[in-house]
């Protein structure tokens, strides 16, 4: 695998790419172009071969790519093999959801431990990982290996728990607080879930179509009376 | 506003630039320069004003931003004011958990109705929001205008619900459920929270910077032992 530094809009792709191919794979494809690749994924062949290239060469020209075997590359550049160890905290509906819902196993990671202040979840299992209290929270860090945090704790509580993982040397954490918790100069390697962003992004792509739309409205309203009046 | 077709790079960065004006704006600061500005977030100060340079003239020379005004634009752009609403679809954990916590007034969304199969939850309300049968949905669309939908339906419904809201006319869906609902040549406009790729973006930073750290201690330990062996 080549080492250099990628550039985060190759990253933020890998992950799509991941699970397209993932899809193609349970359909039982096992060879693809990357142009038809490209089609599926919105994105022209050249893009696709350039991102691959910043990690070494995938395809052979005039055959494409082997679906399998391209996906295990893309899992092990993801580091998905190399078991990284999590912990959850904050059992509110964001983590419950989380510890329901989502297969942190089908993305190489071992949710080990959720921590909560509630009495009457502590002590409980969801999917198989215990509730911890929230007292027992630093010295678990101390004795467990733990690669990530993921933190779904109410906002007012964001900062303060993410001082109690810097302290006990966690160095990445997965934030649904929706709060800045690093500065841009912070050693902690932290990717924020931010709701708001995306509806925001929503948000503006619905307006950028409406008044697109309103514009030809406008422009066929003017065309039409200017026929009229012919 | 100017009306040119902005890159998705640049409204990505709005909804920060938003929470970032709202938080100063909080703390009473007025006046902001791009390079201050810059240093908050992480950006060039060149960067911040071509960002805002594509919706039109928003800083003063030698003056900076006005905290408040350049908030109000910004959110103007993002299609605040608009008053869209919205519908959820699915009030499983992650859709509790949104209605729970997620302020879509906040970001001048109205969640005008959740719908659900549950029959235990059907007929309820939560945070002033009702929860209607799967079976009215289809009447209610009819009767109501809605822009969005928030689609938080288990992954196996992703698409028949999505069938159901494109036969009804909507156009924008904001897509919990890790399901590509939607190809390259749709019409649709969709906005994918897809908490894996997220998670798999962390995995890779984790992954870099261990490899770093492993290269540099390697390193360190060539160079100790060609020291002792002199």
């Given at each position: 695998m080549k080492k250099i530094k990628v550039s985060n809009n190759v990253i933020r792709r890998m992950p799509r790419y991941l699970r397209k191919l993932d899809e193609l794979d349970a359909q039982g494809i096992s060879r693809i172009s990357s142009s038809e690749l490209g089609n599926l994924l919105g994105l022209t062949p050249s893009q696709i071969r350039q991102d691959f290239s910043c990690f070494g060469e995938f395809g052979q020209q005039g055959?494409?790519?082997?679906v399998s075997a391209l996906k295990e590359e893309i899992a092990k550049i993801l580091g998905t093999d190399r078991g990284y160890n999590a912990v959850l905290v904050g059992v509110g509906n964001i983590g419950r959801a989380l510890m329901d819902n989502f297969c942190f196993s089908d993305w190489?990671?071992?949710?080990?431990s959720a921590f909560d202040v509630d009495k009457d979840i502590i002590g409980r299992e969801i999917n198989g990982v215990p509730i911890r209290s929230m007292d027992d929270f630093s010295g678990f860090l101390a004795e467990n290996r733990v690669d990530l945090a993921v933190l779904a704790v109410p906002k007012e509580y964001a900062l303060s728990v993410t001082d109690v993982l810097t302290e006990n040397g966690i160095k990445a954490i997965w934030n649904?607080?929706?709060?800045?918790?690093?500065?841009?100069?912070?050693?902690l390697i932290v990717e924020n879930l931010h709701f708001s962003d995306s509806l925001l992004s929503l948000s503006y792509y619905i307006s950028e179509r409406n008044d697109e739309n309103a514009a030809r409205a406008a422009r066929l309203e003017r065309q039409k009376a200017a026929k009229d009046k012919k």
């Open positions: 055959y494409g790519y082997n190489g990671c071992n949710l080990i649904f607080t929706n709060v800045d918790i690093a500065g841009p100069e912070s050693p």
